[in-house]
Every structure is written in C-alpha cells, then in structure tokens.
C-alpha cells in the first residue's frame, strides 16, 4: 500500500487542501496528512505550527479559531480544510494517515478518537511517541503508528516496534537498506519519495508515502 504525501501537490494542488485529497483519491490512493487543533479546538489539515511559509502571517494556529484561519487561508485561495472534511470526502474507502504535529492533551486525544470513530482506516502515527501511547491508553485498539527520523538508532526504533499494540512504523528513506530494519516484522512505510525514480526502485517491495511524481 503506497500513500500520498500531503495529497497531491503540483501547480494547481497545493499541500493538505481538499481539493489535493480529492484528486488522489480519485488516482485510488489514501493520503498522509498532518493535524493541528485551532484555538476553538477545530482539527485542521496543516503541516506548520503558524502561518507564516504558506500565508506570510506570523500566528500560532493554536492562538486562531477556525473561522480566522479559513478567513485568511481562502483569501490565499489555499483553503485549509477541517479533518472532519477530509473524513467525508475519503468516503471511508481510503487509508488516512493522520500525523498528529503538536503533542495533544488526552482531552483533545478523546476528542480525535471521537470524531474519526466511525472512520475505520484512519490510522494515527506522530513523531512525538507520547501522543500515540496515550491514544492506546485511552483506547488499546487504535490503529497507531510510531514516526522516525535520523539520527534516530536503529537500536531504539527495534526496541519500540516490538510493542504489540503498535500497528506499523514511519520511516525516513534514510532507513530503506538496512538489513536491520528490513528485518523487522511490523509493518513499515517510508517517506518522502520524491522522483520517479526513488518510487520505481523501491515500490515493489516497500510501502511508500510519496510525492506527485
């Protein structure tokens, strides 16, 4: 199963809008997008912690509601979508990797797992492990993924796949040839394949979070 990065992304599709969710779907691919909760606790689709490389803005999401972040986002003509917009256009056929960026209280972690319940191929993953454990708190059965990056060790990231709850893990490519992690039994998705290339060499054996190539 190959993922795509962030929706697809070109001239007429930016990053993490709905328009780029819909458009790989219709290519018959689910999506990895990132999550932020706004000031009025409103789950968006946005990678950054503020606005300021997409919009220029220097403001915190967490310190905006939803209305003053869409205000501006559309004025920009890249609206950024609700998850619970991103939850109804998937149609529940489509995998959602939903990375969460900032660490989130268990009250907004209930609130996550309440608002995707009837969304049974979301599966959460964070690079910040202390959302995901607290999610498998809160609920043991929750499809959870750990995220990688160097210079993480290969010792830590075969200590922390073997927790049985854990459903895959989320790795940088800097970690597709070794034997070690290949190894590992969990399942394993790398990320960000960026050409053709990268995508043809590695696609048959790996499961990949990719870019519009």
């Known amino acids: 199963m190959h993922l795509i990065h962030r929706g697809i992304v070109n001239k007429l599709h930016k990053e993490n809008l709905l328009k780029s969710f819909n458009k790989s779907f219709k290519k018959g691919y689910g999506v990895e997008t990132d999550i932020h909760i706004t000031k009025d606790h409103e789950f968006i689709c946005f990678h950054d912690f503020t606005l300021n490389r997409i919009f220029r803005k220097k403001e915190s999401v967490r310190n905006m509601k939803y209305s003053q972040i869409k205000k501006i986002s559309t ?5 950024i ?9 998937s149609k529940k056929k489509f995998p959602l990797f939903i990375e969460i960026k900032p660490i989130f209280s268990k009250k907004i972690l209930k609130k996550l797992l309440k608002e995707t319940s009837k969304f049974s191929k979301c599966v959460f ?4 492990h202390e959302n995901i454990y607290n999610l498998l708190k809160i609920k043991d059965n929750t499809k959870v993924g750990l995220s990688f990056s160097p210079p993480t060790s290969i010792k830590t990231i075969i200590k922390k796949s073997n927790n049985k709850k854990i459903d895959c893990i989320i790795l940088d490519k800097f970690f597709i040839k070794n034997k070690n992690v290949q190894d590992l039994k969990i399942k394993k998705f790398y990320y960000t394949i960026k050409t053709k290339s990268e995508f043809n060499r590695y696609s048959k054996n790996n499961s990949l979070i990719f870019e519009n190539l």
């Open 75 to 79: 004025q920009y003509k890249k609206p």
């Open 81 to 89: 979508p609700l998850l619970k917009d991103l939850l109804k256009a």
């Open 125 to 128: 993953i964070s690079f910040k």
